[in-house]
T-cell receptor, first 113, second 117 residues
Framework: KNQVEQSPQSLIILEGKNCTLQ??????????LRWYKQDTGRGPVSLTI?????NTKSNGRYTATLDADTKQSSLHITASQLSDSASYIC????????????FGAGTTVTVRA | DTEVTQTPKHLVMGMTNKKSLKCEQH?????MYWYKQKAKKPPELMFV???????INESVPSRFSPECPNSSLLNLHLHALQPEDSALYLC????????????????FGPGTRLTVT
């Protein structure tokens, strides 16, 4: 069964601090891995997308890494801001159907002043 | 333009009502999706249209009826819903995986918050 597991489930950090979110997956075959940011009650917004051959990708203060051998990914947020408070979802595509994405449960990040 | 728009933003309906959710994109994407998302849960795939044809129906109850009038529009018709159908309904679009592209981004709309009373 294709699964995507994220940790931690939630975290609280102070404004200006860094944090790292983890994602482990068992989706096979693997096509790509995305990180989405979702504000409460809004649609997910893509932060990064990585294919098998990419092991790091940055988008401003967000840096994602991918280790396709161990099937692990991380999302690092640098110098957090209050606007970073959201749910961060790891999504993997591949498996038996290219249309279907495997979603992680998300990590809820709360940034406090 | 990388935007997917959805209307309405909020919808409250009774169990006997008939309503429709609308989704539109102008990115030339030929795959469009409906997802249902409950609070603090990841989105769940409901339907996929590829080249205006229904490609995937994830065993969704018939009270949800999708329609793809053209390559830019996607509707979700609602009838006789239950209170447990209250959720955030998300539309997304992407290039069709049938093109063989190595990666294809799914762009999500802002969602429609549906409440069934």
């Amino acid at each position: 069964k294709n699964q995507v597991e994220q940790s931690p489930q939630s975290l609280i950090i102070l404004e200006g601090k860094n944090c790292t979110l983890q994602c482990n997956y068992t989706v096979s075959p693997f096509s790509n891995l995305r990180w989405y940011k979702q504000d409460t009650g809004r649609g997910p917004v893509s932060l990064t997308i990585m294919t098998f051959s990419e092991n790091t990708k940055s988008n401003g203060r967000y840096t994602a890494t991918l280790d396709a051998d161990t099937k692990q990914s991380s999302l690092h947020i640098t110098a957090s801001q209050l606007s970073d408070s959201a749910s961060y979802i790891c999504v993997v595509s591949g498996g038996s159907n290219d249309y279907k994405l495997s979603f992680g449960a998300g990590t809820t990040v709360t940034v406090r002043a | 333009d990388t935007e997917v728009t959805q209307t309405p933003k909020h919808l409250v309906m009774g169990m006997t009502n008939k309503k429709s959710l609308k989704c539109e994109q102008h990115m030339g994407h030929r795959a469009m999706y409906w997802y249902k998302q409950k609070a603090k849960k990841p989105p769940e795939l409901m339907f996929v249209y590829s080249y205006e044809k229904l490609s995937i129906n994830e065993s969704v109850p018939s009270r949800f009826s999708p329609e793809c009038p053209n390559s830019s529009l996607l509707n979700l018709h609602l009838h006789a819903l239950q209170p447990e159908d209250s959720a955030l309904y998300l539309c997304a679009s992407s290039q069709s995986p049938a093109t063989g592209a190595p990666s294809y981004e799914q762009y999500f709309g802002p969602g429609t918050r549906l409440t069934v009373t």
